[in-house]
């Protein structure tokens, strides 16, 4: 099913005279949704094309606002699979060292960011990294990144994703940077203080930096504690050269 629904968000990305019809508000809901079914309802399943006829149904305010949420729907599917067989959180945590992969090696981001190379060839690249290596609906995600989701780049999709699934097990994902690695017991106590303070379940992502020199580095969503030493020593030089 999310397979379907990801293959039709393709077929939106691609046809901007389809998408303009589909919200067309001369248009009826019932005129949209059998457009779609005439369109698609040979090559989906019939649970696909209602979802997606009712999907086509509504108001929407523009033809992105159509394709953003058909791409949802789509990693909602994959990630509501991921839930059912108890593998979501291996997903979150999968989708969350990828990013940190790629992001650590400039020439893999930038292969695999870069819109002007074929999407066949960075699937395929996507493919041999974690084919094998990562849960399947990890790899499915990972592929619906490459397409840029909301018009992010491939890093920020990834990103995107990660909380994504925090989201739909209703937890909010910490970024922490610490230059050496944290205990179990000191990312689970972490992660309770932060959970006492936003009053929800916080997942922490932890990145290694030497270059914060000691310290901690606290994101959540637009929050920023940083009590790095870094941090420290660049208010003093600030001080100091005022």
Request: aromatic share 4%.
């Amino acid at each position: 099913l999310a397979g379907e629904i990801s293959s039709f968000g393709s077929l939106l990305r691609d046809q901007p005279r389809l998408r303009r019809a589909l919200v067309d508000p001369a248009r009826s809901g019932a005129d949209r949704s059998q457009l779609v079914r005439d369109l698609v309802g040979a090559h989906l399943t019939a649970t696909a094309v209602d979802l997606l006829a009712l999907l086509v149904s509504g108001r929407w305010a523009g033809h992105g606002e159509l394709l953003d949420a058909t791409e949802r729907l789509g990693v909602t599917a994959l990630l509501s699979a991921a839930e059912r067989s108890g593998k979501l959180i291996e997903v979150e945590d999968d989708l969350f060292r990828f990013t940190q992969i790629t992001s650590s090696e400039p020439d893999l981001a930038g292969a695999l960011g870069d819109m002007t190379v074929a999407a066949g060839r960075r699937a395929e690249l996507v493919r041999s990294l974690l084919d094998g290596h990562a849960d399947p609906v990890t790899l499915q995600l990972a592929l619906l990144a490459l397409e840029g989701l909301g018009g992010r780049g491939f890093a920020a999709s990834l990103t995107w994703l990660v909380e994504a699934a925090a989201e739909h097990r209703s937890a909010t994902v910490a970024y922490v940077t610490v230059a050496t690695p944290l205990t179990d017991a000191d990312e689970q106590r972490l992660g309770e203080l932060l959970a006492e303070r936003y009053g929800r379940t916080v997942t922490v992502k932890v990145t290694v930096d030497p270059g914060v020199v000691g310290g901690v580095r606290v994101q959540v969503g637009s929050d920023l504690f940083d009590g790095t030493v870094a941090r420290r020593l660049a208010d003093a030089r600030t001080v100091l050269t005022s």
